[in-house]
C-alpha cells in the first residue's frame, strides 16, 4: 500500500510543498486522516519561524479529525473505528499517521454529526483559547478580556467561549472585520493608524470599568489600560 503526504521539503520564504508517495508500515498501529488543518503557526513553520519547529523536510498539518485504525499494545480507551480529534503540531497532511495516545488526542462525542473538516478545525483553535482563558488567565463571569486578532481562527474561539463562561471579549481587528465580529457577540476595536483613536482611547471611550481583570497581549498600549490586579497572558505575572 501506498501512502500519500504532503511535504514541506524548503524552510524559508520560498518553502515548497509537494506530494509523495511512500510505503505504509503495516506494523505500526495509527490513524486513518479523515481532515488536517492547516493554521499560521503551519506557515510559520515553512518560513522557519516557528519555535522549536521541524528541519524540513517534513509533513505539515497541525490537527486532524481521523478514524482509529489499529490500537497499539497497551492502549486502552480506544478502539478500532473510533472517530477522534488529535493534536500532533505537525505530521497531519498524510493519509495515515502513528500517533501516541498518550498525546492530545481525544474522541469525538457520540452524536456528534460534523464533518472532519470542521472538527480538524476546531482542535488547535479551541484548545488555544481554552487555556488562555481557562486555565492561565482564569477569567470568570462579569470580567473582560482584550485580545489581538480578534478575527482570527483563537480570536474566533475565544469569543465563542468567553460568551460561554460571561467573560465580556473586546479585541483589535481590521474594519471590514468588525461586523463579523459582533456576530459571534465580541466588540472590535480598530488598531491601524487613522482610525481616530488608538485601540487603548476606544476602550476608554466605552467606560472601561475599573480593578478588572484584563489579559491583553505585552503591547504598550496594552499595558496602559490594565488595571491593579490585571494580566498579561504573554508575560504571565499580575500587573
Same mark, same amino acid.
Given at each position: ?12 520564504? +520560498? ?19 479523515? *481532515?488536517?488543518?492547516? *493554521? =499560521? ?46 493534536? $500532533?503540531?505537525?505530521? %497531519? $497532511?498524510?493519509? /495515515? ?9 481525544? +474522541? ?10 470542521? &472538527? ?14 481557562? /486555565? ?16 482570527? %481562527? ?13 467573560? /465580556?471579549?473586546?479585541?483589535? $481587528? ?26 487603548? #482611547?476606544?476602550?476608554? &471611550?466605552?467606560?472601561?470599568? =475599573? ?12 499595558? #496602559? ?11 504571565? +505575572?499580575?500587573?
Amino acid at each position: 500500500m501506498m501512502l500519500q503526504r504532503q511535504q514541506a521539503l524548503q524552510i524559508g520564504q +520560498k518553502a515548497n510543498l509537494l506530494l509523495t508517495h511512500g510505503p505504509v508500515d503495516k506494523l505500526q498501529p495509527g490513524l486513518f486522516i479523515a *481532515a488536517a488543518g492547516i *493554521a =499560521n503557526a503551519d506557515a510559520m513553520m515553512t518560513r522557519g519561524e516557528y519555535p522549536f519547529g521541524p528541519a524540513a523536510p517534513y509533513v505539515p498539518g497541525y490537527d486532524v479529525a481521523a478514524v482509529v485504525e489499529a490500537v497499539g499494545p497497551g492502549v486502552s480507551g480506544f478502539a478500532v473505528g473510533d472517530r477522534v480529534v488529535a493534536l $500532533c503540531v505537525w505530521g %497531519g $497532511c498524510q493519509e /495515515r499517521l502513528n500517533f501516541s495516545a498518550s498525546r492530545v488526542v481525544c +474522541k469525538v462525542p457520540d452524536g456528534c454529526r460534523a464533518p472532519p473538516e470542521k &472538527l480538524a478545525a476546531l482542535v488547535l483553535n479551541y484548545l488555544t483559547a481554552y487555556q488562555m482563558l481557562h /486555565r492561565v488567565a482564569g477569567l470568570r463571569r462579569g470580567q473582560s478580556c482584550l485580545f489581538h486578532g480578534l478575527a482570527g %481562527g483563537v480570536g474566533t474561539a475565544m469569543m465563542d467561549l468567553g460568551r460561554a463562561a460571561g467573560v /465580556r471579549v473586546l479585541g483589535t $481587528c481590521s474594519g471590514p472585520k468588525h461586523g463579523f465580529v459582533r456576530q459571534l457577540g465580541g466588540e472590535p476595536l480598530e488598531y491601524r493608524d487613522g482610525a481616530g483613536h488608538s485601540y487603548a #482611547e476606544q476602550i476608554r &471611550l466605552q467606560s472601561w470599568p =475599573n480593578n478588572e481583570d484584563v489579559p491583553p497581549q505585552a503591547q504598550p498600549s496594552s499595558r #496602559e489600560i490594565i488595571e491593579s490586579g490585571g494580566y498579561d497572558l504573554v508575560h504571565p +505575572k499580575i500587573i
